[in-house]
């Protein structure tokens, strides 16, 4: 079975900075995927971002970007610029490969922008 | 647009009543999920389908059931509902396919147990 990690219940920083979230996962599996999902006070779970296992290249969206390790089974989510909008809480998910399709979740991590 | 909706959006019901949330997605997706939400739990799988009279439990899955019979809809029943069961519920679809497709989830169901 996997497992998601998310060590950081809470983090704040100031508009305008960068700010990593961290998400580490346990896993057999050699090809699967990779997901950030923003959780806003509105409770609408958005897809942030996504990387598959097999590619090198770290998925990039706008101002997220990720730093994925698949030896150490990390993948951090680095977001710049940051802007009031992206307060929200942040889970960390892990999707297997064909035929296992479930999404397993970590924690979360609530991130509060500070004007 | 397609769409994935729940209903109802809160609900209050009393220890031991059956209680049945409604999911219905418009994306066609053979793969639906049933979460629910919890502090300090995030999001754990309660039951999910990858297809018309398939069901499968997931890690909670405990006083719940649910029924495939068509595409769209995936029903989550809470066949006697405990304080424990007390939630934000989250139906999720996907598609069927090995191309790492995202989830789309519905608006939630937040429902109490007293």
């Known amino acids: 079975a996997q497992t998601v990690t998310q060590s950081q219940p809470e983090m704040s920083v100031q508009e305008a900075e960068t700010v990593t979230l961290s998400c580490t996962y346990d896993t057999s599996e050699n090809n699967y995927y990779l997901f950030w999902y923003k959780q806003p006070p509105s409770r609408q779970m958005i897809l942030v971002i996504r990387q598959e296992a097999y590619k090198q290249q770290n998925a990039t969206e706008n101002r997220f970007s990720v730093n994925f390790q698949k030896a150490a089974k990390s993948f951090s989510l680095k977001i710049s610029d940051s802007q009031l909008g992206d307060t929200a809480m942040y889970f960390c998910?892990?999707?297997?490969?064909?035929?296992?399709?479930?999404?397993?979740f970590g924690t979360g991590t609530r991130l509060t922008i500070i004007p | 647009d397609a769409e994935i909706t729940q209903s109802p959006r809160h609900k209050i019901t009393e220890t031991g009543r059956q209680v049945t949330l409604a999911c219905h997605q418009t994306w066609n997706h053979n793969n639906m999920f049933w979460y629910r939400q919890d502090l300090g739990h995030g999001l754990r799988l309660i039951h999910y389908?990858?297809?018309?009279?398939?069901?499968n439990k997931g890690e909670v899955s405990d006083g719940y059931s649910v029924s495939r019979s068509n595409t769209e809809d995936l029903p989550l029943t809470l066949e006697s509902a405990a304080s424990s069961q007390t939630s934000v519920y989250f139906c999720a679809s996907s598609e069927h396919e090995s191309g790492g497709t995202e989830a789309f989830f519905g608006q939630g169901t937040r429902l109490t147990v007293v």
């Open positions: 998910a892990f999707r297997a490969s064909f035929g296992n399709e479930k999404l397993t």
């Open positions: 389908s990858y297809g018309v009279q398939d069901t």
